[in-house]
């Protein structure tokens, strides 16, 4: 079954450094998202993009972030001064359609500790 | 705004029994309800979608419903194994923004041999 890839699984960085986490969303879907998991705290919606464009973002989602589809397969998340509290795991997710019957599949994450 | 919770946060069952996950919602204009399964350090797998017009869901031993009017859905499993053993989330859509899905802190749940 086709699946949502992410790399690396484990990011390490130190508070000020650009990181940028990628993801491979599954081929013939057209809706990508970013969304986080802070230890403890509940999955959280950062950024939804579409037809190369953000279609929505959420307030966490500040300049320091930004998205970007280079080509027909990556889908990136860059955080260009990281922050101590921006340690979390980022989850990518893709969607086929937006229909109410379309669900929104995740890759297994990329934890980023930000020292 | 749709704000999503489940109870309980943490449950510990014997193998075999079956059991049930609650989710609440504020919202009963949800446009649908997706149950997810969370294993340590891993990502999300998507268990059942219910559309607004469906009352429930099935796979294997899966079975997800939904009650707008109450503002709730549950997630029951049926002759529980130790591999059932994750957490399990559930999220709908913010109505306002049909794109952005609102999770609930999930039920740990512990299935002993």
């Known amino acids: 079954e086709p699946e949502v890839t992410q790399t690396p699984s484990h990011q390490v960085t130190q508070m000020g450094q650009e990181v940028i986490l990628r993801c491979v969303p599954i081929?013939?879907?057209?809706?990508f998202y970013w969304y986080r998991q802070i230890l403890g705290q509940k999955v959280e919606f950062l950024v939804s993009f579409y037809n190369n464009e953000i279609s929505e973002k959420s307030e966490i989602f500040d300049d320091q972030f930004s998205v970007e589809r280079p080509d027909g397969s990556n889908f990136t998340l860059k955080i260009r001064s990281t922050k101590l509290e921006d340690s979390a795991m980022y989850f990518c997710?893709?969607?086929?359609?937006?229909?109410?019957?379309?669900?929104?599949?995740f890759g297994n994450g990329t934890r980023l500790t930000v020292t | 705004k749709q704000e999503v919770t489940q109870i309980p946060a943490a449950l510990s069952v014997p193998e075999g029994e079956n059991l049930v996950l609650n989710c609440s919602f504020t919202?009963?204009?949800?446009?649908?309800l997706q149950w997810f399964r969370q294993d340590p350090g891993k990502g999300l797998t998507s268990l059942l979608l219910?559309?607004?017009?469906?009352r429930e869901q099935t796979s294997g031993r899966l079975n997800a419903s939904l009650d707008k009017s109450s503002g709730r859905s549950t997630l029951y499993i049926a002759a529980s194994q130790p591999g059932d053993s994750a957490t399990y989330l559930c999220a709908s859509p913010e109505v306002e923004g049909f794109q952005k899905l609102v999770f609930g802190t999930g039920t740990r749940l512990l299935v002993s041999p």
């Open positions: 997710a893709s969607m086929m359609s937006r229909g109410i019957n379309s669900p929104l599949h």
């Open positions: 219910i559309q607004s017009s469906q």
């Open positions: 081929s013939n879907h057209l809706y």
């Open positions: 919202d009963s204009a949800i446009y649908n």
